[in-house]
């Protein structure tokens, strides 16, 4: 059983919106820490937009005021809105979720790295035309 599923990419013009949905099968408690990720082609891997269990979102700031992440916590459900597309964001948009880390030193947690997000779903391709 896939622990995350993606769903929603496609193609829009520059300008459209889209909206992705991650369903989870794992158990993404209060412990968990839930993201999109993007993928263009040719580039790193990069962050898009995180939530942590007490529900502080993150966004990078290419995408601020255009993308909104939010959770059904009923549904285990992630969702990602994303408005005012542009060519730029075209990429694999991918979900993921991981447990939140410790930090002795501040004694507070962090959400994972990039790199240390346990599970991913199989990425769903996102095309913004000009």
């Known amino acids: 059983q896939v622990p995350l599923v993606e769903s929603g990419g496609g193609t829009v013009q520059a300008g459209g919106s889209l909206r992705l949905s991650c369903a989870a099968s794992v158990m993404t408690d209060g412990t968990f820490c839930m993201g999109w990720f993007r993928q263009a082609p040719g580039k790193e891997r990069e962050g898009v937009t995180t939530?942590?269990?007490?529900?502080?979102?993150i966004y990078v700031s290419s995408v601020k005021g255009r993308f909104t992440l939010s959770k059904d916590s009923a549904k285990n459900t992630l969702y990602l809105q994303m408005n005012s597309l542009k060519p730029e964001d075209t990429a694999i948009y991918y979900c993921?979720?991981?447990?939140?880390?410790?930090?002795?030193?501040?004694?507070?947690?962090?959400?994972?790295?990039?790199?240390?997000?346990?599970?991913w779903g199989q990425g769903t391709q996102v095309t913004v035309s000009s």
């Open positions: 993921a979720a991981g447990a939140r880390k410790w930090m002795p030193g501040v004694r507070r947690y962090r959400c994972p790295n990039i790199s240390e997000y346990t599970y």
């Open positions: 939530i942590d269990p007490d529900g502080i979102i």
